[in-house]
Antibody, heavy 121, light 108 residues
Framework: QFQLVQSGAEVKKPGASVTVSCKAS????????LSWVRQAPGQGLEWMGW????????NYAQNFQGRVTMTADTSSSTANMELRSLRSDDTAVYYC??????????????WGQGTLVTVSS | DIQMTQSPSSLSASVGDRVTITCRAS??????LNWYQQKPGKAPKLLIY???ILQSGVPSRFSGSGSGTDFTLTISSLQPEDFATYYC??????????FGGGTNVDIK
């Protein structure tokens, strides 16, 4: 059974950093890329970036350049997303998601359960 | 980046209604368009990929069409479990994907 299991909720102060983890199981982690998507309360989905689990290559959304770092550890089949210099508007649910499908196109057919990050003084 | 515009942003419908949601891309994305359903407190669920292919396990009342810049998601007969928010997502510029703003479908 394919699964992405994320770490638990976090509460952080403005200016701090947070790391959210995403552990994969049921598939060959190193052969698939993984994206991070966030959703602020009552808002839509926002793509943050992507990492290749194979070689660690990353591609970050412009909104997060310089503030986010994504890593992947093939030995533990775990991806991590660190977001720094947190602001109140970073309060959101953060999802990891991947595309395991063999058809053409990049579509998220496997999602983590989401991690709520609350930024508050 | 490619911008995705969904319309309407919300709609009210009754069980049994035919519902259509549209998604427009800021440039041609061929057929690299996916649709998701999201219910409160849950992760999005893939419904349709590559514009018109139904994901395994998704009821056949859902269908997708379009190519280039204009796409539609149709629910042929709305069921109680279909009240949710729907998002389109382009994958033409993979891995730099973008989502539409979402369409909330609620009960009339």
């Amino acid at each position: 059974q394919f699964q992405l299991v994320q770490s638990g909720a976090e509460v952080k102060k403005p200016g701090a950093s947070v790391t959210v983890s995403c552990k994969a199981s049921g598939y060959s982690f190193m052969y698939y890329g993984l994206s991070w998507v966030r959703q602020a309360p009552g808002q839509g989905l926002e793509w943050m970036g992507w990492i290749s689990a194979y070689d660690g290559k990353t591609n970050y959304a412009q909104n997060f350049q310089g503030r986010v770092t994504m890593t992947a550890d093939t030995s533990s089949s775990t991806a991590n997303m660190e977001l720094r210099s947190l602001r109140s508007d970073d309060t959101a649910v953060y999802y990891c998601a991947t595309s395991l499908g063999t058809s053409e196109g990049y579509y998220f057919d496997l999602w983590g359960q989401g991690t709520l990050v609350t930024v508050s003084s | 980046d490619i911008q995705m515009t969904q319309s309407p942003s919300s709609l009210s419908a009754s069980v049994g209604d035919r519902v259509t949601i549209t998604c427009r891309a800021s440039q041609s994305i061929n057929n690299f368009l996916n649709w998701y359903q999201q219910k409160p407190g849950k992760a999005p669920k893939l419904l349709i990929y590559t514009a018109s292919i139904l994901q395994s396990g998704v009821p056949s009342r859902f269908s997708g069409s379009g190519s280039g810049t204009d796409f539609t998601l149709t629910i042929s007969s709305l069921q109680p479990e279909d009240f949710a928010t729907y998002y389109c997502q382009q994958s033409y510029s993979t891995p730099r994907i973008t989502f539409g703003g979402g369409t909330n479908v609620d009960i009339k």
